[in-house]
Nanobody, 115 residues
């Protein structure tokens, strides 16, 4: 059963932009936090951005000012707008949704920044 579906990954040149989308199944309710994580080869998975149900946002220092997390409650979807992309942003990006009782993960989408 697919409950989080990610899209929007791809290959882009430095300085370019991408927008990632993560659509949550209607079966997921009482969402507390939606967020994006990433994992580069040989590296630990790290938090990129998160957004609480009350609207509070947090960003990793490395992406602050370049990335923006947003949501569309009607579509049960969270987005990650990525601007001014750098080589260091290359990673697999994972969507995460937390309810009061369970955490869900997307399948991951590859973002490659290269010249």
């Amino acid at each position: 059963q697919v409950q989080l579906v990610e899209s929007g990954g791809g290959s882009v040149q430095p300085g370019g932009s991408l927008r990632l989308s993560c659509a949550a199944s209607s079966g997921i309710s009482s969402i507390r936090v939606m967020g994006w994580y990433r994992q580069a080869p040989g590296k630990q998975r790290e938090l990129v951005a998160k957004l609480t149900s009350s609207g509070t946002t947090n960003y990793a220092d490395s992406v602050k000012g370049r990335f923006t997390i947003a949501r569309d409650n009607a579509k049960n979807t969270v987005y990650l707008q990525m601007n001014s992309l750098k080589l260091e942003d290359t990673a697999v990006y994972y969507c995460n949704v937390m309810t009061w009782v369970q955490s869900y993960w997307g399948q991951g989408t590859q973002v490659t920044v290269s010249s």
